[in-house]
């Protein structure tokens, strides 16, 4: 197993799975950080939220779906599962991706999205979404591969794409929106800004911040706020074949994003 697989493992069951917050200094740095949804929490931050997050859901579970790995980075993507406190009846799903950094011992910097606005229109017990299967042995099969600027081309070129027509880019084939709801472009006018980027062989992850206008579809939101400008942080995994992209799966942060808007409208 690679050394850092191994300690993703160990991330994934004894920290996540299991909820032991003691292995936390094993696993992150004293200066680790989290991206999500627009924001960079430090340690304590994430610690306090972590730990809100296993009181909410306090059987909460992790799947790995899929997995990467090129030198100090690696990415996953995966779902997180269980029954929120006080909600009889109620199962929560919710897919998410990220990347991470390491140091060769421990992990440095995540860049994460969740699709909390899924998980949150779970809690009422009205439906629960799909629980997709899990990887085999993400442990045993993940291996160190090259990056290849030609993978890095081909998404980036996909990613152009995405900011010319979001709509086409979206319902092409192999690519797939890890949400609830209908997949709905959300913002018109879309300007995609690259925040982090790694490739391993014909595989790669990426984060990015989409800019444009609210085109309306979010469920919670009023409809005053349809253009309006706003901000969705995502984050993908993709493979890249004959120099295109053939599969690409996204988790888009339309949580942060309707909590924007919202914000923006009560300012007036």
């Known amino acids: 197993m690679e050394p850092f697989v191994a300690l993703m493992r160990r991330y994934c069951i004894d920290y996540t799975s299991v909820h032991d917050q003691s292995v936390t200094a094993d696993l992150m740095r004293e200066d680790y950080r989290v991206v999500i949804s627009g924001r960079t ?5 994430y610690t306090e939220a972590v730990s809100a997050a296993f009181a909410r859901y306090p059987t909460l579970v992790l799947t790995v779906h899929d997995m990467i790995l090129s030198g100090h980075r690696l990415a996953m993507r995966f779902s997180e599962h269980g029954a929120p406190v006080g909600e009889p009846g109620a199962l929560a799903v919710w897919p998410g991706i990220s990347t991470y950094e390491w140091d060769g011992e421990r992990l440095q910097i995540c860049r994460v999205e969740q699709d909390f606005q899924g998980r949150d229109e779970q809690s009422t017990g009205s439906f629960t979404a799909p629980l997709e299967a899990g990887h085999p042995d ?3 099969t993940t291996v160190d591969t090259p990056a290849d600027p030609a993978t890095e081309q081909a998404v980036r070129a996909w990613l152009d794409g995405l900011a010319a027509d979001a709509v086409s880019a979206l319902s092409t084939d192999g690519v797939r929106l890890m949400e609830t709801g209908n997949g709905a472009a959300v913002l018109e006018g879309l300007s995609v800004e690259v925040d982090d980027l790694f490739t391993a062989g014909d595989r790669a992850a990426a984060a990015v911040t989409l800019r444009g206008t609210y085109a309306g579809g979010l ?3 009023p409809a005053e706020a349809v253009g309006l400008e706003g901000r969705m942080q995502a984050t993908l995994m ?15 942060d339309r949580w942060g994003l309707v909590r924007r808007l919202r914000k923006a409208l009560a300012a007036g």
């Open 41 to 45: 929490l430090d340690m304590p931050t």
């Open 138 to 140: 993400p442990w045993a």
């Open 238 to 252: 993709a493979r890249v074949a004959d120099g295109a992209v053939t599969e690409l799966e996204m988790v888009r």
């Open 219 to 221: 469920p919670g939101v």
